[in-house]
């Protein structure tokens, strides 16, 4: 166990649609990141927030929007929503910016599937 | 821009022989993080090896060991004693302070 939740594991949801993913990050993680991962692909990074403050944007669209919470949960929000954004989603956190804790803990991911 | 490659889609190994895994990266900053990340079919990521770029010594970890040349900006990833249980996707993964970037993943079979 990593240590990061990711809810909910599964989704199926109609085109068009709006829905959001929520992350809790390890406890003193400050760093969150989202990837997504589509079927046999990299994961291409989208967004990170550190300490509730947007640090870096990926190849994140428009009608995808993230945001960190004072309680440093994370949640992205993905809306209009398109057959080819059926993906796994990643999040996962880090302690900080740099240092020794560098490495990314993952969740689980949320397997979104848009029919 | 910095980026990974990894320009192994996939590759096969015997169990208990050695295989090695190939990535590069492209960054101008001189401090930075490297990882290799597995994904067994379960698609969790789990860490294998890390290691810091301002240390020489090459990162080892049980049967993983990494060969680091910072002037190549490579950073392979070897597994000695191969097992079944090796058997996933490894991606190789670059992180500088705000960036984290994935490589695309070499899928490895293990023979047995």
């Known amino acids: 166990d990593s240590g990061v939740t990711q809810t909910p594991k599964h989704l199926i949801t109609a085109t068009g649609q709006r829905v959001t993913l929520r992350c809790s990050p390890r406890?003193?993680?400050?760093?969150v990141y989202w990837y997504q991962q589509s079927l046999d692909q990299g994961l291409q990074f989208l967004i990170q927030?550190?300490?509730?403050?947007?640090?870096a944007k990926g190849n994140i669209l428009e009608r995808f929007s993230a945001q960190q919470f004072p309680d440093l949960h994370s949640e992205l929000n993905l809306s209009s929503l398109e057959l080819g954004d059926s993906a796994l989603y990643f999040c996962?956190?880090?302690?900080?910016?740099?240092?020794?804790?560098?490495?990314?803990?993952f969740g689980q991911g949320t397997r979104l599937t848009v029919v | 821009a910095q980026t990974v490659t990894q320009s192994q889609p996939e590759m096969s190994v015997q169990e208990a022989e050695t295989v090695t895994l190939s990535c590069t990266y492209d960054?101008?900053?001189?401090?930075?993080?490297l990882f290799w990340y597995k994904q067994p079919p379960s698609r969790q990521m789990i860490l294998v090896i890390r290691?810091?770029?301002?240390?020489?010594q090459n990162a080892t970890e049980n049967r993983f060991s990494v060969n680091f040349q910072k002037a190549a900006k490579s950073f392979s990833l070897k597994i000695s004693d191969s097992q079944l249980g090796d058997a996933a996707m490894y991606f190789c993964?670059?992180?500088?302070?705000?960036?984290?970037?994935f490589g695309s993943g070499t899928k490895l079979n293990v023979k047995p």
């Open positions: 996962a956190s880090s302690v900080g910016l740099g240092g020794a804790g560098t490495e990314a803990f």
């Open positions: 406890s003193g993680d400050l760093s």
């Open positions: 927030y550190y300490n509730g403050e947007e640090r």
């Open positions: 960054t101008s900053e001189s401090d930075y993080y």
């Open positions: 290691q810091e770029a301002y240390k020489q």
């Open positions: 993964a670059y992180h500088n302070f705000n960036k984290f970037y």
